[in-house]
């Protein structure tokens, strides 16, 4: 798995927040040295140097210049954790300065503890049982007695995602099927985009970051910044941002990918079969047009995957929204459906679904939906309010919640299945 570096200090709660411009350097430059003590010139002090200056960034605007070195009498961490909190004359920063020391020691994998003695020599009577409280949760698995309380569940949350190995979910159907609003549906965001018409073109990554406000550092991935409006015109490669809904808690990639059989550009469909082919990935998820299944762009698809896939497949058999009660039978379709799969020797789930409705309440429960958004959420919820549209119904065997939209649109029946792989 790929290292997930995460910084368990929200920015905007840090005690230091607060203090004056020159009392943050102070604070900073003790950071750095206890820091920078550590084994240095190594490339784990490179990571501890990345989460350092994004930290110094995130307070002082910049990186701070003569912040990572060691004097002799190590003065910068004294000082630093002699700080007091702002307003605060008796209670001092030294708790959330050796929980900083710790936690970047810890994620970036520098052997801190060898460098116990040397850190006994900079701590006394009143801190030195912050440093043994943190050193003991990062170390020891220990409660951190002595710590702030959120951040030991902060950081349990955290280590717990970590620890969690990185699910990889290939995203493929036939052109305009639906595979960018499952995407959208699953992240609960508008992070790829959707058209009627051929709109993705190459295959893009967006990673699960619950820890979003902080930091989180996968090779060359960037965060969306939620501040900023985000342009899902243009094509994303890597991105990070936290998805909502059950997959909140663990490590995921989703990676979109253009259309197999767009007639006006042939290189979509070969970057999709090579991806496909290139098998990294833990799951491939099939989207399929459900009103039009037996098309032979669909069938295609749906063979080609069959046959070159060597992971987990999931079939979603979108667009069910778009049925009839008065022509269509959901059941009897997703049957026949499910028979062509036997067909082909294939035993892979089929998840029913309308990814338009699980987007757009997913949008309302995040509270994005703009005016001409709820006229559609408004037709959908009423569509889903009536037994023959319960996609999860139809999934799990078991009646949704009356007003659980989202369970009937199909969506958390999806979130479980990937959970569970
Ligand atoms: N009614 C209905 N429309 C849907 C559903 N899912 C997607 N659509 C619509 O289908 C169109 C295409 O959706 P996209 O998500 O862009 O499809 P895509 O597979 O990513 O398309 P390409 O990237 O161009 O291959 C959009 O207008 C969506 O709003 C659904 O479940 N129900
Ligand atoms: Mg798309």
């Known amino acids: 798995m790929q290292k997930l570096l995460t910084s368990n200090i929200i920015p905007s709660n840090h005690p230091i927040k607060d203090l ?26 490179q990571k501890a140097k990345f989460c350092y200056d994004v930290l110094c960034e995130s307070f002082l605007g910049n990186t701070l210049e ?3 070195e060691v004097t002799k009498d190590l003065r910068h961490i004294k000082k630093a954790q002699n700080l007091c909190r702002f307003g605060l004359k008796f209670f001092r920063m030294s708790d959330c300065f050796w929980w900083d020391v710790y936690r970047i020691a810890y994620q970036s994998e520098l052997p801190i503890e060898s460098y116990d003695s040397e850190f006994q020599k900079t ?29 030991v569940a902060q950081s349990k949350d955290e280590l717990n995602f970590c620890q969690r190995p990185l699910k990889r979910i290939l995203v493929v159907g036939t052109v305009s099927v639906g595979k960018s609003t499952v995407i959208n549906a699953l992240v609960g965001r508008k992070v790829a985009q959707m058209r009627t018409a051929a ?18 550092y996968i090779a060359d991935c960037k965060q969306i910044n939620y ?22 808690s663990y490590p995921i990639v989703i990676m979109d990918t253009p259309g197999v ?33 037996e098309r032979t762009g669909e069938n295609e698809m749906i063979e080609y995957v069959i046959h070159n896939s060597k992971k987990k497949i999931i079939f979603i058999f979108n667009q069910l929204d778009r049925f009839r009660p008065s022509n269509d039978s959901i059941e009897e379709s997703l049957d026949s459906f499910r028979n062509i799969l036997k067909s082909k020797n294939s035993d892979a789930q089929v998840v029913p679904l309308s990814a338009i409705s699980a987007f757009l309440l997913k ?8 005016e001409f958004d709820e006229i559609d959420l408004e037709y959908h919820k009423k569509k889903l309010f009536s037994p023959y549209y319960d996609m999860g119904l139809y999934g799990t065997g078991h009646e949704s919640g009356e007003n659980d939209f989202l369970a009937k649109s199909g969506i958390i029946n999806l979130e479980n299945i990937i959970v569970s792989q």
Not at 20 to 44: D, V
Not at 231 to 244: A, G, P
Not at 265 to 276: A, F, K, L, V
Not at 363 to 370: L, P
């Open 363 to 370: 949008k309302e429960k995040n509270g994005q939906i703009d």
């Open 123 to 151: 701590t006394g009577i009143f801190t030195t049982k912050f440093r043994e409280a943190a050193k003991k949760h990062f170390l020891d698995g220990g409660n951190g007695e002595g710590l702030h309380k959120t951040l």
């Open 199 to 216: 709109c993705t073109s190459q295959v893009s990554e967006i990673f699960n970051n619950p820890f979003c406000e902080h930091l989180l």
């Open 227 to 248: 501040s900023k409006k985000w342009d899902c015109n243009s094509n994303f490669e890597k991105q990070s941002l936290r998805f909502t809904g059950s997959l909140d």
């Open 66 to 68: 003569g912040g990572w």
């Open 20 to 45: 004056p411009e020159k009392l943050k350097i102070r604070y900073l430059k003790g950071l750095g040295e206890a820091l920078c003590l550590i084994e240095p010139n190594s490339q784990k002090e």
């Open 261 to 293: 059989d767009n007639a006006l550009d042939e290189s979509h469909g070969q970057i999709t079969r090579d991806t496909i082919l290139g098998g990294e990935y833990d799951i491939l998820i099939c989207v399929v047009n459900a009103p039009y299944v």
